[in-house]
């Protein structure tokens, strides 16, 4: 399951890497104001072209990296309602946490589950191979996480039928 | 705890404080004017002691049209030879009403044994709920059952049909609402396992599960309430579950049912806020390795190895 996902997650991860050179740029309209360029996006000049990378229609990410900072965009599998359900409290339940992460970003960009928001600031106080780190394996906990739920609810719902239909049978 | 405790906790515990010879000291030093205890489907009891008398006072919403089912002599067959009094007239306390009392006396210990006496009262509510289960089994021995489904409306928009089915099979449709779209998803994945149980060899003589939408044919020619969030959840109960002594069991079981698919879908709910809990601190560990040591932890050693502390 994961072996099949290490060429995506390789090609995310060295995408990531490229993509992750960011430097302290001020804002051109407004003076003294330093904005991540890639959420304005009023200068052409400063901001590249956003790269998809899929795995299926149904699993993709999307980076858009500026010169100050870069947008990285998950949508996750999600094959039917339980999933959808689990993914969407999960996504609710992390973005209330955004301030602890500090790259999350509060909503997620429309068509995506989640987004993240690295700064410059962000690359200067953190190592920049671990902050790929960290996103790679974010990556695959959600996905080990909402296999590992979806079992779990699986596997009570055997026991409560189970227990619940014993009774008739003594 | 997998299954729900079958009678009502405190009714148990009041009970056996206070009943029998050997606790009449109890009983002087701790009267009860009157105590209110709630339970699940919007049940509620009041109790009080005068001297030895113990009265339990009871209100139940759709308490008339179950009322039509045999009720009365249910109860009074239930808790016979136990010394047990029942007025079936409505009477008011603090402002709520209540259905009916019953009434016995606390130093003496009935026949059956204060255990049996005790586990008998707690489970009042499903003695009631239980009636016309065991009022309808009586019709189909004797031939008499109503052509139209009978229902039991023992919830504000939800209610329990019992209709005969084919070779005295009889089937039991529960309307069951659940207001949250997530609870939803989860009990479906529940009652998908319940219909499938029975492929379990030990279950092939459990009961039939199904479910769906929409009523099921059980249900034509009666109003029912449909609705978005309604779900219908039928259990075709055989002979041998609903004969003579198994009965009990299966009217026990099948009074708790609703709650207890809520119960569980509320459990999951929470196993899972856990788990994601968890995985959050997880991934924060993660992302704090990516942050340098802070500045004074680093080490500080001279050039010839000594540290500086």
Redesign the interface.
């Given at each position: 399951m994961s072996t099949s996902q290490q060429p995506y997650l390789q090609c995310v991860r060295s995408t990531l890497t490229a993509a992750l050179c960011l430097q302290n740029f001020g804002c051109q309209e407004v003076e003294r104001h330093n904005k991540p360029e890639v959420e304005v996006g009023k200068s052409k000049e400063v901001i590249l072209n956003p790269v998809v990378i899929s795995r299926n229609e149904n699993e993709k990410v999307m980076i858009e990296p500026s010169v100050n900072s870069l947008r990285f965009s998950i949508k996750i599998k999600q094959a039917d309602?339980?999933e959808?359900?689990?993914v969407a409290?999960?996504m609710r339940?992390?973005m209330q946490?955004a301030e602890?992460?500090?790259?999350l970003r509060r909503k997620a960009v429309p068509g995506y589950d989640l987004s993240f928001l690295i700064t410059n600031v962000h690359t200067e106080?953190?190592?920049k191979n671990?902050?790929v780190?960290?996103v790679i394996?974010?990556m695959e906990?959600i996905d080990k996480?909402v296999s590992?739920?979806k079992l779990?609810?699986?596997s009570?719902?055997?026991?409560?039928?189970?227990?619940?239909?014993?009774?008739?049978?003594? | 705890m997998?299954?729900l405790e079958g009678g009502h906790h405190m009714l148990r515990e009041v009970l056996e404080l206070r009943l029998g010879p050997d606790n009449a000291g109890f009983r002087e030093r701790n009267p009860v004017d009157a105590m209110s205890i709630a339970d699940f489907d919007d049940v509620a009891y009041c109790i009080k002691t005068k001297d030895n008398m113990f009265t339990l006072f009871f209100s139940m919403p759709g308490f008339s049209e179950i009322s039509e089912y045999g009720v009365q002599s249910y109860l009074n067959k239930a808790y016979a030879d136990c010394g047990v009094n029942f007025d079936f007239n409505t009477s008011t306390s603090d402002g709520k009403v209540f259905n009916f009392s019953m009434t016995f006396d606390l130093s003496t210990i009935p026949a059956i044994g204060a255990e049996a006496f005790i586990d008998n009262v707690s489970m009042i509510k499903r003695n009631v709920l239980g009636a016309p289960f065991f009022w309808y089994f009586d019709a189909i021995r004797n031939g008499t059952t109503p052509d139209l489904a009978v229902k039991i409306p023992y919830r504000k928009d939800e209610s329990i049909y019992l209709k005969k089915g084919k070779e005295d099979s009889v089937v039991v449709v529960f309307g069951v609402t659940f207001t949250d779209?997530?609870d939803w998803?989860?009990a479906?994945?529940?009652l998908?396992?319940?219909a499938?149980?029975?492929r379990?060899p030990?279950?092939s003589?459990?009961?039939a599960?199904s479910f769906s939408r929409t009523a099921p044919g059980e249900l034509k020619g009666l109003t029912v309430d449909e609705g978005e969030s309604i779900v219908f959840i039928s259990f075709a109960?055989f002979k041998r579950?609903w004969d003579e002594d198994?009965a009990d069991?299966?009217v026990s079981?099948l009074c708790q049912?609703r709650n207890?698919?809520h119960y569980?879908v509320k459990?999951?709910k929470a196993?899972?806020?856990m788990?994601?809990?968890k995985?959050?601190d997880?991934?924060?560990q993660?992302?704090n390795?990516?942050?340098?040591p802070a500045e004074g932890a680093v080490e500080r050693k001279t050039w010839t190895g000594r540290s500086m502390n």
């Open positions: 309602e339980l959808e359900v689990l409290k999960f339940f992390l946490r602890h992460f500090m790259v106080t953190m190592f671990k902050v780190d960290f394996q974010f906990d996480e590992a739920m779990g609810v699986n009570r719902g055997r026991v409560v039928a189970a227990k619940f239909l014993e009774q008739f049978t003594y | 997998i299954l779209k997530n998803v989860v479906e994945v529940f998908r396992e319940f499938d149980a029975r379990e030990a279950l003589t459990a009961p599960v109960l579950h198994k069991a299966s079981s049912f207890y698919l569980h459990c999951s196993f899972m806020h788990r994601m809990r995985r959050v997880d991934l924060l993660v992302l390795r990516a942050k340098p």
